[in-house]
T-cell receptor, first 111, second 116 residues
Framework: GNSVTQMEGPVTLSEEAFLTINCTYT??????LFWYVQYPGEGLQLLLK?????DKGSNKGFEATYRKETTSFHLEKGSVQVSDSAVYFC??????????FGKGTLLTVNP | DAGVIQSPRHEVTEMGQEVTLRCKPI?????LFWYRQTMMRGLELLIY????????DSGMPEDRFSAKMPNASFSTLKIQPSEPRDSAVYFC??????????????FGPGTRLTVL
């Protein structure tokens, strides 16, 4: 079946540092890949997505590239802000209705 | 545009009481999901509706849990009787044609349930 493995963290960075959160997946066929973000006390929000190999999703300074050869979808941001502190979930969706989530990575950004 | 709406946002109840959580999906979405989030188990899919029909309820923990979707704009998740181990955040999500790999799910803000 499908599965997602992501860095468990927690990750603590200083403001303006570079962020990478690793995500790898196992799936059959051609899944779509997503990053969701959950701010404290809120629901999950879609941050970015990519629907085919070599696609790059981007939003709010975050980027992730769908790498089929390495089955990866790592999340990056060049300069994090305190407001980026949240839990980040990597997720995969195949041709059925199920969204398979990673366990989430808690990011804390200190001023 | 209104997103997925859930009520109440917080619910505190005593063991044995009935709890009803409510969800209004995004207009035009034909797929609705209920999830439960806990520190121990992460995000768990409880039930999936397509066009108001329950398609997969294999994630519903036990008979104390039930979910309905009487129309395209409303769903409920009921726990009767509630137990302390049901304490969690319950999310509702909706999407267009869930079987398409392209369509993401849109999550509501969640209901934080505490059972004393």
């Amino acid at each position: 079946g499908n599965s997602v493995t992501q860095m468990e963290g927690p990750v603590t960075l200083s403001e303006e540092a570079f962020l990478t959160i690793n995500c790898t997946y196992t799936a059959t066929g051609y899944p779509s890949l997503f990053w969701y973000v959950q701010y404290p006390g809120e629901g999950l929000q879609l941050l970015l997505k990519a629907t085919k190999a070599d696609d790059k999703g981007s939003n709010k300074g975050f980027e992730a590239t769908y790498r089929k050869e390495t089955t990866s979808f790592h999340l990056e941001k060049g300069s994090v802000q305190v407001s980026d502190s949240a839990v980040y979930f990597c997720a995969l969706k195949g041709s059925n209705y199920k969204l398979t989530f990673g366990k989430g990575t808690l990011l804390t950004v200190n001023p | 545009d209104a997103g997925v709406i859930q009520s109440p946002r917080h619910e505190v109840t005593e063991m044995g009481q009935e709890v009803t959580l409510r969800c209004k999906p995004i207009s035009g979405h034909n797929s609705l999901f209920w999830y439960r989030q806990t520190m121990m188990r992460g995000l768990e899919l409880l039930i999936y509706f397509n066009n108001n029909v329950p398609i997969d309820d294999s994630g519903m923990p036990e008979d104390r849990f039930s979910a309905k979707m009487p129309n395209a704009s409303f769903s409920t998740l009921k726990i009767q009787p509630s137990e302390p181990r049901d304490s969690a955040v319950y999310f509702c999500a909706s999407s267009l044609i869930a079987e398409s790999s392209y369509n993401e799910q849109f999550f509501g803000p969640g209901t934080r349930l505490t059972v004393l």
